[in-house]
């Protein structure tokens, strides 16, 4: 039988790790992610998957970009 991991654990370590991940990828990240929604037509969108979105950085950029999303 696979022993599962604790999710309390799990989740502390995604906590602990995703200010980090923010601070040292985010700058080289959210500008071409950004770049792109903006090149994207999603003004029409009723709804919006951000595949992988990682800590979530890019939602504001594609909440400008689709207003109409559910």
């Not at 906590?15 to 992610?33: H, M, N, Q, V």
């Amino acid at each position: 039988m696979t022993q599962r991991c604790d999710d309390r654990v799990t989740r502390a370590a995604y906590a602990l790790g995703a200010g980090a991940y923010d601070d040292a990828w985010s700058p080289f990240i959210l500008p071409p992610a950004e770049a792109l929604v903006r090149r994207l037509d999603l003004a029409s969108a009723s709804c919006v998957l951000d595949v992988g979105a990682g800590t979530g950085a890019l939602t504001p950029a594609l909440r400008a970009a689709a207003p109409v999303r559910r």
